[in-house]
């Protein structure tokens, strides 16, 4: 050690002596140098502090600065505002510093008030304790969430905004989210009528995983609504009378608030006039009395009645209407079989739609009238007993069968419509309510048709002729092949048998051949008389002359022949050569003299002479 300070005594020297011959305290007075001198501070670079000053000074420390080393919530002293930031004194060896942002919920704030922090960073780059009081807040309110889910107090909270399916709340400066089926026991009409108010809430549900929290308004009164309910069930019976309130109105009926106990009236009970939508007859809030029809054994489904508080408008129906009265009403609903017509408010008669056309085409009641249509129809049937009343508008003309006879006399012409057609004919439309059959036999003279439809389409017009009339069974028989000649009278004649045409062959069938000689006329030819004379076969396309073999009229059906064309031929020839041969054979015949010696040639041959020289003797002479 003494080495130590002689070698810093004469450090400390020679630079004095570099620097300026000044004299130091060391050099003046070494001893009292050496006595005084700290070593404590050269060896550990630091005073020796006294351990009555140091327990004093940890002392100060424990009852004055925070621990900033545990994520814990403490109470800050807002010391300093700037526009930005909030300086907070922590009891910390140095102040924090808070965004204003983190208090935009309290624009009132100023220097000295108390607020609750989070150490968020010990130090930042320079230096400075970073504190974050919205943190702070969320430990804190979650703390008071989970206690007040716990004890089921009640708590005040912020209706933020509107989101999917319901509203934000701010609870303790948490996100709440209140279902839309949480805030009143009545539904919402007008969310947005909560936004930017305070309300009282219970936390009904948390989900510590994804720190969501959910609170009710709803069970706040759901309460005092149940004891109200259990009241007013205790009291239900059949038939008896309430006020309510509408509360909801729906498609297929209306419901209604009994004060805390809700019941239904169909859409069916609450006028006796047919209507669309209930809310043709009620509004929503709107004050109204109903009459209790049902309810089941614990009385939590209420069926009401509206329309009964009011008489049967069947019983209001003057005496005096009655069958075959003439009345107006208006169209209220079609089905495909008819219309139901209201005649008065709450009675409904049906027009069946084989009632409103004389027609005997049965269309869709659609073709007639509409919803809303005013019409005018006749009573057909009336019971009161069973409330129902059958109408026609029919009726209200004559019918068209009357004059039949008049109109369309046998052998009469007229022009149709062609509306229906079946395998066996076509129904053709004189007028409404006339119709007439057209058989499929009278419908051409020539061509030959398997179903109608190949002839003619629904809605052609068509001439026809009356061949029939049954009045009594209101039927009507019609032709149409009648309103022209016949052309097989004339082709009867032109294609009589034997007669030769010339054609082309137009189709190779099964067992032969069609030829087309005109539009109307196509023969078939059998396959053994398509032989040419050079024993080949006629091919499609090809000409050729062709005899008819067979005509019938009655069942249009024509047979040719190409090979009789040419057999004919050879057996004319053959003939003409049978008449030639036969006229030389007559020219040859023997004379009188050749017999004579044929005689005597037989004569000579019994008697035994040489027949040579009797030939002889005759050449001669």
Partial sequence: MAEKAKQAEVEATEATTKEAPVVSEAQANPEKFLKDFNWHNYQEGIDEVDDKQLKEF??????????????????????????RDAIIDINAKSEGVISLNEFRYNPNLKVGDKVEVLIDVREDATGQLVLSHRKARVIKAWDRVIKANETGEIVNGFVKC????????????????????????????????????????????????????????????????????????????????LEGIVKNITSYGVFIDLGGVDG?????????????????IVELDQKLNVVILDFDEDKSRIQLGLKQLSKHPWEALADEVKVGDKVKGKVVVIADYGAFIEVADGVEGLIHVSEMSWSTHL???????????????????????????????KQLSADPWTDITEKYPLGSKHTGIVRNFTNFGVFVE?????????????????????????????????????????????????????????????????????????????????????????????????????????????????????????????????????????????????????????????????????????LQALKDKMDGKPAKAKATKAKKK
Avoid at 264 to 274: A, E, M, N, V
Avoid at 376 to 391: F, G, Q, Y
Avoid at 481 to 504: G, I, M, R, S
């Fill in 58 to 83: 940890e002392k100060l420390v424990a009852e004055n600065f925070v621990d900033t080393l545990d994520d814990e919530v403490v109470e800050g002293t807002v010391i300093h505002i700037t526009d």
């Fill in 162 to 241: 509107r989101t999917k399916g319901g509203m934000i709340v701010d609870v303790f400066g948490i996100e709440a989210f209140l279902p839309g089926s949480q805030i009143d026991v009545k539904p919402i009409r007008d969310y947005d009528q909560y936004v930017n108010k305070t309300m009282e809430f219970k936390v009904v549900k948390i989900n510590h995983e994804f720190k969501n929290v959910v609170v009710s308004h709803k069970a706040l009164i759901e309460a005092d609504i149940e004891e109200q309910k259990k009241e007013i069930i205790g009291q239900l019976e059949k038939g008896q009378v």
């Fill in 264 to 280: 239904l009236i169909h859409i069916t009970d609450l006028s006796w006039s047919r209507i669309n939508h209930p809310n043709e």
């Fill in 363 to 393: 269309r869709s009641a659609q073709d007639f009238v509409s919803v809303g249509d005013e019409v005018e129809a006749v009573i057909l049937t009336l019971d009161r007993e069973d409330r129902k009343m059958s109408l026609g508008i």
């Fill in 430 to 598: 004189l007028e409404e309510g006339i119709d007439g059959l057209i058989y499929i036999s009278d419908l051409s003279w020539t061509k030959k048709i398997k179903h109608p439809s190949e002839f003619c389409a629904v809605g052609d017009k068509l001439d026809v002729i009356v061949l029939e009339l049954d009045v009594e069974g209101r039927k009507l028989s019609l032709g149409h092949k009648q309103t022209t000649e016949n052309p097989w009278d004339a082709y009867e004649t032109d294609f009589a048998l034997d007669t030769v045409h010339k054609a082309e062959v137009s189709e190779i069938v099964d067992k032969g051949a069609t030829v087309e000689f005109n539009e109307d006329i196509v023969a078939f030819v059998p396959t053994r008389h398509l032989e040419k004379e050079d024993g080949s076969k006629l091919k499609k396309g090809e000409a050729a002359e062709f005899k008819i073999i067979e005509f019938n009229k009655e069942f249009k059906r024509v047979v040719a022949s190409h090979t009789a064309v040419f057999k004919a031929e050879e057996a004319k020839i053959v003939k003409q050569a049978v008449k030639k041969a036969e006229a030389a054979a007559a020219e040859a015949k023997p004379t009188l003299g050749d017999a004579n010696d044929a």
